[in-house]
């Protein structure tokens, strides 16, 4: 029993780090081939959008990483 206690507590601890270490994704400008609308996503809106800035670290893409 104590030996497989032993392999579960690296174990444990990873998963409960790894949150800790997470960023969140960032933000790019993207705009529309068809209107060039500009959009600020952290994905992709599909393939009639092409990324033009980036990356940013708020929603509105105004302060760069």
């Known amino acids: 029993?104590?030996?497989?206690?032993?392999?579960?507590?690296?174990?444990?601890?990873?998963?409960?780090?790894?949150?800790?270490?997470?960023?969140?994704?960032?933000?790019?400008?993207?705009?529309s081939q068809l209107d060039g609308t500009r959009v600020c996503s952290q994905i992709s809106l599909g393939p009639g959008w092409e990324r033009v800035g980036g990356p940013f670290q708020d929603s509105r893409c105004r302060k760069p990483l």
């Open 1 to 31: 029993m104590r030996m497989r206690s032993s392999r579960l507590l690296p174990l444990a601890l990873a998963v409960i780090a790894a949150p800790l270490c997470a960023a969140p994704a960032p933000y790019y400008l993207w705009m």
